[in-house]
């Protein structure tokens, strides 16, 4: 990924009213760019050298993406304030979401190896292959991985930065503390699924899916939102939290089969890579509980078959990724699946059927329950 400034990120005005989410996505985008600009000029003036590793950041954190904390974010905040207030002294609250997501992007790509994402490379591998091509000294994959990880905390502490400058309510960061904390407890639990997977199970791998996903790409962004309205009504609170785990875990189900089935050059991430490794989603657990025991027996990935986390090598070949593919499917695990991310939308639409919330607001929501997990990436 190029060091150089990204154009057209910058926002043609900051919206008022109701945004469409073309606006919305502007206007978080101009905040972050301004906001990095001069975070990378203060690095900058101490060392070129950090002035690269800064834009390097900025340009994971502007690459793209669905922007869906901030848009989950801002719908919860217009629950309650309404489609007049303005959006200036809370939009850098909503931008540092995405700042925060970064962080967790960059930490995840670290922990499972991967070479991808968005369609671009990861940044481990972005500074791996600089430290190759300079020539330094050591291990290019141990200076990626270890430059990366700095990167993922820089941008967790730009991101509390960023939130400062929001005109918010005490009762924001205490929902902000919360979402950081369950999205990690979330990761370990990923992490500990793939080191125990004999012992993971469908109901452990929805406990993943709650907190590593639910919970901070909907449930809290919504709740967060709520709260840099101002007001405090347990109605409203507990719609969003109800809507917010159901729809976070259809989402995650979703990228559960997409993981699995999706096209590459859609997803932006390497075919069949939770099969590659043996990640016990939901979806190869749920597999296993359907399986005929010769299905189970091959589909029980052994240590030899493991992928070395050194250096990402390992795991099973292309035709052993298309082979547990097809026999997923005939498990029939992957139209379960589908039900119950059917089952988990009209759960989280009717969990806002009686909040007492703007009309606007709850209508963009049913929308947004279709569109992030009916999606094709």
């Not at 990120?9 to 109701?18: E, K, S, V």
């Not at 390992?314 to 059917?342: H, K, S, V, W």
Request: net charge neutral; charged share 20%; glycine share 10%.
């Amino acid at each position: 990924m190029a060091n150089h400034t990204l154009q057209g990120n910058r926002h043609r005005g900051i919206p008022r009213q109701g945004a469409s989410p073309h606006a919305l996505i502007d206007a978080i985008q101009g905040t972050l760019a301004d906001f990095l600009a001069a975070q990378i000029a203060s690095l900058d003036s101490i060392d070129p050298a950090l002035g690269g590793f800064a834009r390097t950041a900025r340009d994971l954190v502007l690459a793209g993406g669905k922007r869906l904390r901030p848009v989950f974010a801002y719908w919860g905040w217009r629950g309650g304030a309404g489609p007049d207030a303005p959006l200036e002294p809370v939009l850098p609250a909503f931008a540092a979401l995405e700042l925060m997501h970064t962080f967790a992007l960059v930490h995840d790509d670290v922990m499972d190896e991967s070479d991808t994402r968005r369609g671009m490379p990861t940044a481990h591998r972005i500074f791996a292959g600089q430290h190759e091509t300079d020539g330094g000294a050591g291990d290019s994959a141990r200076f990626g991985s270890s430059a990366a990880i700095l990167i993922g905390d820089l941008c967790l502490v730009w991101a509390d930065q960023l939130l400062a400058r929001a005109s918010a309510p005490q009762t924001v960061r205490a929902c902000y503390d919360r979402m950081r904390v369950e999205a990690i407890a979330g990761q370990y639990l990923d992490v500990l699924g793939e080191s125990r997977p004999a012992a993971w199970s469908v109901e452990r791998a929805l406990l993943v899916a709650r907190h590593k996903t639910a919970s901070y790409t909907v449930q809290r962004p919504l709740q967060f939102g709520f709260a840099l309205a101002g007001l405090a009504d347990p109605r409203i609170d507990e719609a969003y939290g109800g809507y917010g785990l159901a729809v976070g875990e259809a989402f995650q189900l979703r990228d559960d089969l997409l993981g699995a089935y999706g096209d590459p050059a859609v997803t932006g991430k390497p075919a069949g890579d939770d099969l590659r490794t043996g990640k016990p989603t939901t979806l190869l657990m749920l597999a296993r509980k359907l399986a005929t025991p010769a299905q189970r027996a091959e589909l029980t990935m052994d240590s030899a078959g493991a992928v070395n986390p050194a250096d990402g090598s390992g795991g099973l070949t292309p035709a052993q990724i298309e082979r547990r593919a097809r026999l997923i499917a005939e498990t029939g695990a992957p139209a379960r699946l589908e039900a119950m991310i059917q089952e988990r939308v009209s759960d989280g639409v009717a969990a806002l059927a009686g909040a007492p919330i703007h009309e606007e607001a709850r209508n963009a929501l049913i929308k947004l329950a279709v569109r992030v997990t009916h999606r094709p990436a």
